[in-house]
């Protein structure tokens, strides 16, 4: 299979803690983005990379979020001192020459 | 301004019958793109169709087709001879600045409508 792969699928915190998400894009693709998506809501965007540059970030990323692409292909998007309106669905996706994006399977993170 | 809405937040649609998503965007970008996706209870968004602002004929994808009016802003999502598995949310998109050398990448996303087929 050669989709986009997302780890872990869910993720359950205390508040305060730190998390990691790690996203495996489709191979060939050189573009990558992460989204939250919050119940009821479709998805926000947070930030997008074009191989290992971070080329935009939302202003819903704030100072606790990081997200990184070290070497272009997985990336990953960590979260530092957790809060309880950090619980949501977290997505990344990936494209190619096309408009299209592909997403993961997303990450679930509840923080308690 | 909301940019994309979706004014449908449930449907319910017999199987084998067709059925229209609507949805209206906001942009004075004169390059554009729109897009479906599905969302079933799993979770994993799934792409269903694209149209470019510059498009001259609708878009189709198997039983997917999407009804493009420019003048009115609309993109609604038409689905043919429905099947209990189309049963999930469906949710419209766009990404604005196509074509622009480091223009805008992300996609920005109604709300979603949730369609059930039923028997």
């Known amino acids: 299979d050669t989709g986009v792969s997302q780890n872990p699928r869910h993720k359950i915190t205390k508040r305060g803690q730190n998390v990691t998400f790690r996203c495996d894009p489709i191979?060939?693709?050189?573009?990558l983005y992460w989204y939250r998506q919050t119940l009821g809501q479709g998805p926000e965007f947070l930030t997008y990379?074009?191989?290992?540059?971070?080329?935009?970030k939302s202003r819903l990323l704030s100072d606790r979020f990081s997200a990184e692409r070290p070497k272009g292909s997985f990336s990953t998007l960590e979260i530092q001192r957790t809060e309880q309106g950090d619980s949501a669905m977290y997505l990344c996706?990936?494209?190619?020459?096309?408009?299209?994006?592909?997403f993961g399977p997303g990450t679930r993170l509840t923080v308690t | 301004a909301q940019k994309i809405t979706q004014t449908q937040p449930g449907m319910f649609v017999q199987e084998k019958e067709a059925v229209t998503l609507d949805c209206t965007y906001d942009?004075?970008?004169?390059?554009?793109?729109l897009f479906w996706y599905k969302q079933p209870s799993s979770g994993e968004m799934i792409f269903l169709i694209y149209?470019?602002?510059?498009?001259?004929q609708n878009a189709t994808e198997g039983r997917y087709s999407l009804n493009f009016q420019k003048a009115r802003k609309s993109a609604n999502l038409v689905i043919s001879a429905s099947q209990l598995g189309d049963s999930a949310m469906y949710f419209c998109?766009?990404?604005?600045?196509?074509?622009?050398?480091?223009?805008?990448?992300?996609?920005?996303f109604g709300t979603g409508t949730q369609l059930k087929v039923e028997l």
């Open positions: 942009t004075s970008d004169p390059s554009y793109g």
């Open positions: 996706a990936s494209s190619g020459p096309g408009n299209e994006q592909y």
């Open positions: 149209q470019g602002s510059y498009d001259q």
């Open positions: 998109a766009m990404r604005e600045g196509l074509g622009v050398t480091g223009g805008g990448n992300k996609l920005t």
């Open positions: 990379f074009q191989n290992e540059a971070q080329l935009e």
């Open positions: 191979s060939e693709h050189n573009r």
